[in-house]
């Protein structure tokens, strides 16, 4: 009897891990760079999750709420109407003035959103960086995302303005989900590129608003494209946010140039070549954040 329980006892095998969860291997990149971009598509819950808690952060315990994201582009666009349209006299391509602004001020106002936000997002979630595994674009696709609300709410004041100074639009109108991914392209792009500088040299964040004011009067938000010099350009064609404004303007107002065409061509392939730079650069270099934190 003894014999028989030694047996029982010497059959026990410790127990197995289960073999059928799912696990992760965080491996080292292998080559130059290994872009792995599916792997976001795995992480779409994540990006959706920090994009809504950055908008539910953002407007908590304020009194206006999400009104600011239609009082800010309101208020600029009547400043400059009183200075750039009325004092300046600024063309406004047959258009009233302030609708003019207004429709080159929306699209610029995402821009600079998206982008600050995105070249910002990773010292903000830091402590995440150090915490737990993810892939690291997850933080300035979901910062890029916030801003899109803001855009839509502040649509409504546009179409307002349409409505009372008579213009309709045309089936330009089609093109105005491209123009908005095309701008998110573009913001995501410089974002990555001004983030990851900003890991290593922390002076960049505060360069980041300082290029954004640069970029401003850079690009056609209080003016027609059609004032720049025609020696400049090829060179002004190279600013993506000129394009997205022109292209914004084109579809809501049938505002085309001769110049439009071009200078939308121009920021279509510079927004291209600078969101695939920025996500090379960006995974080239994440693998030391934690340790820059």
Same mark, same amino acid.
């Given at each position: 009897?003894?014999?028989?329980?030694?047996?029982?006892?010497?059959?026990?095998?410790?127990?197995?891990?289960?073999?059928?969860?799912?696990?992760?291997?965080?491996?080292?990149?292998? &080559?130059?760079?290994? *872009?792995?971009? !599916?792997? $976001? #598509?795995?992480?779409?819950?994540?990006?959706? +999750?920090? %994009?809504?808690?950055?908008?539910?952060?953002?407007?908590?315990?304020?009194?206006?709420?999400?009104?600011?994201?239609?009082?800010?582009?309101?208020?600029?666009?009547?400043?400059?109407?009183?200075?750039?349209?009325?004092?300046?006299?600024?063309?406004?391509?047959?258009?009233?003035?302030?609708?003019?602004?207004?429709?080159?001020?929306?699209?610029?106002?995402?821009?600079?959103?998206?982008?600050?936000?995105?070249?910002?997002?990773?010292?903000?979630?830091?402590?995440?960086?150090?915490?737990?595994?993810?892939?690291?674009?997850?933080?300035?696709?979901?910062?890029?995302?916030?801003?899109?609300?803001?855009?839509?709410?502040?649509?409504?004041?546009?179409?307002?303005?349409?409505?009372?100074?008579?213009?309709?639009? &045309?089936?330009?109108? *089609?093109?105005? !989900?491209? $123009? #908005?991914?095309?701008?998110?392209?573009?913001? +995501?792009? %410089?974002?990555?590129?001004?983030?990851?500088?900003?890991?290593?040299?922390?002076?960049?964040?505060?360069?980041?608003?300082?290029?954004?004011?640069?970029?401003?009067?850079?690009?056609?938000?209080?003016?027609?494209?059609?004032?720049?010099?025609?020696?400049?350009?090829?060179?002004?064609?190279?600013?993506?946010?000129?394009?997205?404004?022109?292209?914004?303007?084109?579809?809501?107002?049938?505002?085309?140039?001769?110049?439009?065409?071009?200078?939308?061509?121009?920021?279509?392939?510079?927004?291209?070549?600078?969101?695939?730079?920025?996500?090379?650069?960006?995974?080239?270099?994440?693998?030391?954040?934690?340790?820059?934190?």
């Amino acid at each position: 009897m003894e014999k028989d329980k030694s047996k029982v006892r010497s059959s026990v095998s410790p127990q197995e891990p289960n073999t059928h969860q799912p696990r992760r291997i965080i491996q080292p990149q292998t &080559g130059w760079v290994c *872009l792995n971009l !599916p792997e $976001l #598509v795995e992480y779409r819950e994540l990006i959706w +999750l920090l %994009a809504w808690r950055d908008v539910s952060s953002r407007y908590k315990q304020t009194a206006v709420g999400i009104a600011w994201a239609v009082i800010q582009p309101f208020v600029l666009m009547v400043v400059f109407t009183v200075f750039f349209g009325n004092m300046a006299k600024i063309p406004s391509e047959g258009v009233p003035y302030p609708i003019f602004n207004y429709a080159g001020m929306l699209p610029w106002q995402y821009f600079f959103s998206a982008m600050v936000n995105s070249s910002n997002s990773l010292l903000a979630n830091s402590p995440l960086l150090t915490k737990v595994y993810f892939p690291r674009l997850v933080i300035p696709c979901a910062a890029t995302l916030p801003p899109l609300i803001d855009f839509g709410i502040s649509s409504i004041i546009l179409v307002g303005m349409m409505i009372y100074f008579g213009i309709a639009p &045309g089936l330009g109108l *089609l093109w105005i !989900p491209a $123009l #908005v991914l095309l701008a998110f392209t573009t913001a +995501l792009g %410089a974002g990555l590129w001004l983030g990851a500088l900003g890991m290593l040299y922390r002076d960049v964040h505060h360069l980041v608003p300082f290029i954004a004011q640069v970029l401003m009067f850079a690009s056609p938000v209080v003016y027609p494209s059609t004032l720049v010099p025609e020696k400049w350009r090829a060179l002004y064609g190279l600013n993506p946010a000129a394009g997205i404004i022109e292209g914004f303007r084109w579809s809501l107002l049938s505002i085309h140039s001769p110049q439009s065409t071009a200078i939308i061509c121009s920021s279509v392939a510079v927004s291209l070549i600078l969101l695939l730079s920025g996500i090379i650069y960006f995974r080239q270099v994440e693998k030391d954040f934690a340790d820059l934190v």
